[in-house]
């Protein structure tokens, strides 16, 4: 009988500490989801990955803006990003606070 309450209580102790280390896990990775999604991205050097932590860019409008600033150089202002295909003066304004041209 001691020995199943022995077993028991380790069985229940791993299971606590496995718990345990998944919510910390858990939280950590929300910091680092929080932290991309509020870093700066300089449209003129950003790779897609980079450009698809802005709001509203997906994988084709990270891509146009790439092709964009290969084919005309790098943007001047960020009212040129409106050349771009697909994305237009509301996607701008989401973007505007968390875009640097440099």
């Given at each position: ?34 932290q991309a999604v509020t870093a700066m991205v300089n ?39 409106l050349k771009v295909k697909g ?16």
């Amino acid at each position: 009988m001691k020995k199943l309450f022995s077993c028991l209580a380790i069985v229940l102790s791993l299971l606590f500490s496995f718990t345990w280390m998944s919510v910390a896990n858990a939280a950590k990775a929300q910091v680092v989801t929080a932290q991309a999604v509020t870093a700066m991205v300089n449209v003129n050097s950003a790779s897609a990955k980079e450009l698809q932590t802005l709001p509203g860019i997906g994988r084709v409008t990270a891509q146009r803006i790439i092709d964009y600033r290969t084919g005309n150089g790098p943007f001047a202002t960020s009212e040129e990003l409106l050349k771009v295909k697909g994305l237009g003066q509301s996607t701008l304004q989401k973007i505007s606070n968390r875009i640097v041209i440099q």
